[in-house]
Nanobody, 127 residues
Framework: QVQLVESGGGLVQAGGSLRVSCAAS????????MGWFRQAPGKEREFVAA????????YYADSLKGLVTISQDVAKNTVYLQIDTLTPAVTAGYYC????????????????????WGQGTQVTVSS
């Protein structure tokens, strides 16, 4: 059973940048891709970015391209999400997800492409 633990969230001021992390453990060899989703208050959970473990192919939500960067350290089973130019609109719970089945393109954007989820880390940006 794969476990995902996010870290790095918190209360930050607008204008800065932040990196959140997701550490995976337990059977990670089965994973094809890992991703980040976010959910703001009163809104549905939305896709942010994803990365394949082999090859490191990245996918980004169209609205967030250039604003966030996903990366990974495969040896550490850790995925990172760098959020640049923080604004209050970024405020949300950020959730790590991991999937064992192959996905590509927009197929990696949907939540049912992922089998495992973390508890989330809250990012709150003050103006």
């Amino acid at each position: 059973q794969v476990q995902l633990v996010e870290s790095g969230g918190g209360l930050v001021q607008a204008g800065g940048s932040l990196r959140v992390s997701c550490a995976a453990s337990g059977g990670t060899f089965i994973l094809y891709a890992m991703g980040w989703f976010r959910q703001a208050p009163g809104k549905e959970r939305e896709f942010v970015a994803a990365i394949t473990r082999i090859g490191g192919t990245t996918y980004y939500a169209d609205s967030l391209k250039g604003l966030v960067t996903i990366s990974q350290d495969v040896a550490k089973n850790t995925v990172y999400l760098q959020i640049d130019t923080l604004t209050p609109a970024v405020t949300a719970g950020y959730y790590c997800a991991a999937g064992a089945n192959r996905c590509s393109g927009y197929g990696c954007f949907v939540s049912n492409a992922y089998d495992y989820w973390g508890q989330g880390t809250q990012v709150t940006v003050s103006s």
